[in-house]
């Protein structure tokens, strides 16, 4: 059986959330009120990201601009993907963030051969429009990982998933193997899943060997 490594990207191939970063420096709004309502499950993420991004204005390259130095990504991410090139393992980023700012974080580190499935995003005057298209190509408003993950299972695929957070625990409860940090940790031990903790990908090169 082929394996395929779906990991995610905010705050688990970087140290913390780069869409939230861009949303404090430049939404004309209270973006966090969406985002208390998206952690009490009130609206779902598609929804979140929506209506957060319509209060951006400023244009992608004024972004990308204040992007840069401030992405820190986790320590192992290189040796990760040259791992999996030896062992011949498919790696994807799957991702609720949006693919304009991962595809140049990637670019950046020289990595942008990594395919990316993620928001699409397009800029407007009055405002960001973000969509979330599944891998049907049908546009969808939640559970846009658990539609990839569902997607590579029906191909076949041993699916190692590597996350971080509660968008994160649906797909999780697919995945034949967990590696977990953060909410997405204590979820993992709370509800029994086959996972290991990590802290960078330098550990996941080392537990992923033995499974």
């Known amino acids: 059986m082929q394996t395929l490594v779906q990991c995610d990207f905010d705050g688990t191939v970087t140290e913390e ?107 407007h005057p009055e405002g960001m429009k973000v969509q979330y298209v599944g891998p049907d190509g049908k546009r969808l408003d939640d559970n846009f990982k658990v539609a990839y993950i569902k997607s590579f299972l029906k191909l076949g695929y041993r699916i190692v998933y590597v996350g971080n957070g509660d968008s994160d625990f649906p797909p999780a409860k697919y995945a034949h193997h967990v590696f977990a940090t953060g909410e997405l940790l204590a979820y993992c031990r709370e509800n029994n899943l086959n996972y290991e903790p990590f802290e960078n990908f330098i550990d996941i090169v080392r537990y992923i060997d033995l499974l």
């Open 17 to 123: 959330d780069t869409s939230f970063f861009l949303l404090d420096a430049f939404a004309q709004g209270d973006w966090r009120r969406l985002l208390r309502k998206y952690k009490e499950h009130k609206i779902s993420v598609g929804e979140f990201n929506t209506k957060a991004f319509t209060m951006v204005k400023d244009d992608k390259p004024t972004l990308l601009e204040a992007l840069k130095g401030r992405v820190k990504v986790r320590a192992g991410f290189h040796e990760l993907r040259n791992y999996c090139l030896k062992k011949d393992f498919r790696l994807v980023i799957v991702s609720n963030g949006l693919d304009f700012y991962i595809k140049a974080v990637l670019k950046d580190l020289g990595l942008d051969s990594i395919e990316v499935h993620a928001a699409q995003a397009s800029f």
